[in-house]
């Protein structure tokens, strides 16, 4: 019955903006670990932010501060905004879940199915 769904992907040139956001069902966010990442062809899979145990977002150093991360709660939404896109950021972007182990979010059980992310030059 846990499920997470993936939406707000697309195409958009170098410069550009996109937002995308995921939905659960079947679980309350609140009760995990949620985060977002991305995995390109040939690359390792990414965590891009997530909320750890103490209700911390935690960013990817590589990202330069171009993302926004957000948890709505009431409504069991994650949101990610993405400015200032590059080519580098090509890639399928997921959403998951896990419980925290030991106080931290490392593991995570539940995936989307992923959004598609193409930024063009």
């Known amino acids: 019955q846990v499920q997470l769904v993936e939406s707000g992907g697309g195409s958009v040139q170098a410069g550009g903006s996109l937002s995308l956001s995921c939905t659960a069902s079947?679980?309350?966010?609140?009760?995990?670990?949620m985060a977002w990442f991305r995995q390109a062809p040939g690359k390792q899979r990414e965590r891009l932010a997530f909320?750890?145990?103490?209700?911390?977002?935690i960013y990817l150093e590589s990202l330069e501060g171009r993302f926004t991360f957000s948890q709505d709660n009431s409504k069991n939404t994650l949101n990610l905004q993405m400015n200032s896109l590059k080519s580098d950021d090509t890639a399928m972007y997921y959403c998951?879940?896990?419980?925290?182990?030991?106080?931290?979010?490392?593991?995570?059980?539940?995936w989307g199915q992923g959004t598609q992310v193409t930024v063009s030059s």
């Open positions: 909320i750890d145990s103490y209700g911390r977002t």
């Open positions: 079947g679980f309350m966010m609140r009760n995990y670990c």
């Open positions: 998951a879940a896990g419980r925290p182990l030991f106080g931290e979010c490392k593991n995570y059980d539940y």
